[in-house]
């Protein structure tokens, strides 16, 4: 049996695992990241975390997902929103020098689509594109059971496809990108700006389910921008399988029931029966299960 | 040695070459389609210029490259409407019993995508996406010098792109799909649309030569265009290089250049200088060649 350790770094917890080459999980803990204590506190707490599940173990390689942006191919976490502080953190190289072992670093959504395209709802399929839709969106595009990470570590970032030139412009979004119109604080914010509904994303579902017909019509929109931008992601590589989860995804009833059927008008006819959008299946173990399988 | 032909079945000439397995055409000859005289009569000329071609020689295998749609798989050319008549001709089981050798079938665009990733422009890149912006627009994903078909054969179709969802409709694409905004012969609509200028595409950038603020107008809106398609496909799967062709692409001055710039503003800032866009290299002998490279 062959041994990898997948760590889970978020901005408020931090999950190790100790992962067989199957993808299941042999032993998990987790402990609070505690960012605003420093990245050596986290790093310290990592490595502490790491060696009470090596023990005597001989393990094959570290795998780490962490929140972007990071420099992939460097091993380098740059300056992420969600771990305020953290600039220019060479991940790999600590943790190489520290425990002899190669260790890989990719961002969360990669990491978390590697899992579900491997061992979770896309298991047995060639090609499948992860899509997360929660504070934010992200993707990812698994082909042969490998990430494809693109010539700079880009594919995937869905987040940024323009959906509507002239739309909102979100953060250091393009204007009028899909996790500016889509993402459950886009959720929020049109249905604040366009009907005066407070209490974000969670409100427009629970007004909607009351039969709310404003907040209904905010949950249409965000159908139909999700719709096309799979729509779009099948013109450029058509893959097997979406695989499609996040908070907003949860939502059979508003959202991924009638997406199915709403990418069916992006789509030439003759696709419309044959794009598949199948909901994850590992929930939150994703993150250490995808991070261990980035050990080769 | 080895040798392979390829086709290069087009609506108005088909071309068959002899290619040697690094993609340099040994022999070619071409005669007029003539798609108005039936299938039967086309293909029985393609037969011909095969065995004039082949001789003696050994061929490991016969690729054809046509208009879409196209069912690759099985090797059927549908409906195509740059032939007309030809319904459900089962190309590749035809030439396979006749010839009895391989035979590949696969739609223009991502022949000469092949062509250009392997022999042309591509040379050398792990992953290379293909764009032609001529009457029409269409598109080739190759890794690994492999074309990445996706699961219906639709990777590549970026003319059906939605770039602005409430935009116009052409023919059976989506509403504001990239071919109804940015292909030459919208080029030539909106000219008129908007500016009531006549004689199409060509028109337009003989008018933008002369300095003609409208003309220069759809020019600017035609590049905005062709940026967002390429910022969508970098944010989807961040190829390599883009190899972009076709009529529209030719114009260095007023397409190719600023088209480089406008991509800059689409993309997160730390990407803007590593997207690669560069000219095709293979010209008209794209189809002959990449129609080679189907044989594996």
Do not use: C
Request: charged share 20%.
């Amino acid at each position: 049996m062959s041994l990898r350790l997948g760590i889970d770094l978020g901005g408020t917890n931090v999950r190790v695992g100790l992962v067989d080459e199957k993808g299941t999980i042999l032993e998990i803990i987790q402990e609070p990241t505690e960012a605003e204590k420093g990245h050596i506190h986290t790093i310290n707490k990592m490595k502490q975390m790491i060696e009470s599940l090596v023990k005597g173990n001989k393990v094959k390689g570290i795998g780490i997902g962490a929140p972007g942006p990071l420099d992939i191919k460097n091993g380098v976490i740059l300056s992420p929103p969600n771990l305020p502080g953290w600039d220019e953190i060479p991940l790999v190289k600590i943790f190489e020098e520290h425990f002899e072992v190669e260790v890989f670093l990719n961002n969360d959504a990669n990491v978390a689509g590697l899992a579900e395209a491997n061992a979770g709802s896309g298991a047995g399929h060639e090609s499948v594109y992860y899509m997360t839709v929660s504070t934010g969106i992200g993707g990812a595009l698994i082909i042969n059971k490998q990430l494809f990470n693109g010539a700079n570590g880009y594919a995937g970032e869905i987040g940024n496809m323009i959906i509507e030139p002239d739309g909102y412009k979100h953060n250091n979004l393009n204007r009028g990108a899909l996790e500016g119109l889509a993402s459950g604080t886009s959720i929020g914010r049109r249905a604040y700006e366009e009907f005066g509904i407070e209490g974000g994303a969670k409100q427009v579902f629970h007004l909607a389910k009351q039969g709310n017909k404003e907040a209904q019509l905010i949950i249409d929109e965000t159908v139909k921008f999700l719709a096309i931008g799979i729509a779009n992601i099948t013109h450029v590589v058509n893959p097997d399988l979406f695989v499609v989860g996040g908070g907003v995804m949860e939502s059979k009833q508003f959202i991924l029931t009638p997406l199915k059927d709403k990418v069916k008008e992006f789509v030439y006819p003759q696709l419309a029966s044959s794009i598949k959008i199948v909901p994850t299946a590992l929930g939150g173990q994703a993150g250490v299960i995808g991070a261990a399988m980035l050990v080769r």
